[in-house]
């Protein structure tokens, strides 16, 4: 059974940065897309980036270009996502994702087959 458990949220000021951590178990997703999207209360769920094989990556959203970034440890099947240069706006939960079929990391959700329970990010300002 494929389980993504996500750590690394919290309350951090606006100017601040956190690390978030994916780490799946039950399968190897080297060769797959792994991703993070988000979502804020009210709001639609929303693609923030992914990486895929050969750690091509995909994205990230226009919203968060050059203050996150994703990287992943396949040795440890686990993939990250640096937030820095936090801002109120970026207040929602993060969740983890991970496609059993697809190499290639997309802005869809539909590309991804399992997700984990979401971990909370909350910026103050």
């Known amino acids: 059974q494929v389980q993504l458990v996500e750590s690394g949220g919290g309350l951090v000021q606006a100017g601040g940065s956190l690390r978030l951590s994916c780490a799946a178990s039950?399968?190897?997703?080297?060769?797959?897309?792994m991703g993070w999207f988000r979502q804020a209360p009210g709001r639609e769920r929303e693609f923030v980036s992914a990486?895929?094989?050969?750690?091509?990556?995909?994205g990230p959203a226009d919203s968060v270009k050059g203050r996150f970034s994703i990287s992943r440890d396949t040795s440890k099947n686990t993939v990250y996502l640096q937030l820095n240069s936090l801002k109120p706006e970026d207040t929602a939960t993060y969740y983890c994702?991970?496609?059993?079929?697809?190499?290639?990391?997309?802005?869809?959700?539909?590309?991804?087959?399992?997700w984990g329970q979401g971990t909370q990010v909350t910026v103050s300002s």
């Open positions: 994702a991970a496609s059993g079929f697809s190499p290639i990391g997309s802005y869809s959700a539909s590309n991804y087959n399992y």
């Open positions: 039950g399968q190897s997703f080297s060769d797959h897309a």
């Open positions: 990486i895929g094989w050969k750690d091509r990556i995909t």
